[in-house]
T-cell receptor, first 112, second 111 residues
């Protein structure tokens, strides 16, 4: 079983819909991250959380929200999806030393 | 503004060639530099570098960091088709513990 699991793996939705991407981890890490990846732009940080009570905005948080339901769960929501949110989304975790990140397999989201 | 720049953006080589991928950075509060390989799915960890001049090696891959000139290189010798991937460089900043990623280098190795 994967250490970092993302669901769904693929999602197609329409403009204006609210959707949630989920991430769970079995590594016991406190730190969790959400990134989006676009061609030519690399990985950009959306939100990150260093423990259940700690939520921080990344460089591109507008249009997104997150919820840290438990140490193992960190979900990303698009309140009203728009086409330029079409991207590959990754969840990642790291330990308190914060050195190595472990990534989920990604969610490919298309907003029509 | 913190940034990480990778070059080249893409590269096509033949099996057996040696390639060098570059990563330069400008960040405040540098902690470490990491290299990841991304095939069709999640990025997977290759190396973490924290000290200048100390080469890290794993098989045909090696990497080194220069903290004075603010760059790192990733070398792959005797390339194979299985090396085809996007190679990502990331810098971890201390204090905020945020990772800043470069855009990646897309490597294609032809048989």
């Amino acid at each position: 079983d994967a250490d970092v699991t993302q669901t769904p793996r693929n999602r197609i939705t329409k403009t204006g819909k609210r959707i949630m991407l989920e991430c769970s981890q079995t590594k016991g890490h406190d730190r969790m991250y959400w990134y989006r990846q676009d061609p030519g732009l690399g990985l950009r940080l959306i939100y990150y959380s260093f423990d259940v009570k700690d939520i921080n905005k990344g460089e591109i948080s507008d249009g997104y929200s997150v919820s840290r339901q438990a140490q193992a769960k960190f979900s990303l929501s698009l309140e009203s999806a728009i086409p330029n949110q079409t991207a590959l989304y990754f969840c990642a975790t790291s330990d308190d030393a914060g050195n190595i990140q472990y990534f989920g397999a990604g969610t490919r989201l298309s907003v029509l | 503004e913190d940034k990480v720049v990778q070059s080249p953006l893409s590269l096509v080589v033949h099996e057996g060639d040696t390639v060098t991928l570059n990563c330069s950075y400008e960040v405040t509060n540098f902690r470490s530099l990491l290299w990841y390989k991304q095939e069709k799915k999640a990025p997977t960890f290759l190396f973490m570098l924290t000290s200048s001049g100390i080469e890290k090696k794993s098989g045909r891959l090696s990497s080194i960091l220069d903290k004075k000139e603010l760059f790192s290189i990733l070398n792959i010798t005797a390339t194979q088709t299985g090396d085809s991937a996007i190679y990502l460089c990331a810098v971890l900043t201390s204090g905020t513990y945020k990772y800043i990623f470069g855009t990646g280098t897309r490597l294609k190795v032809l048989a």
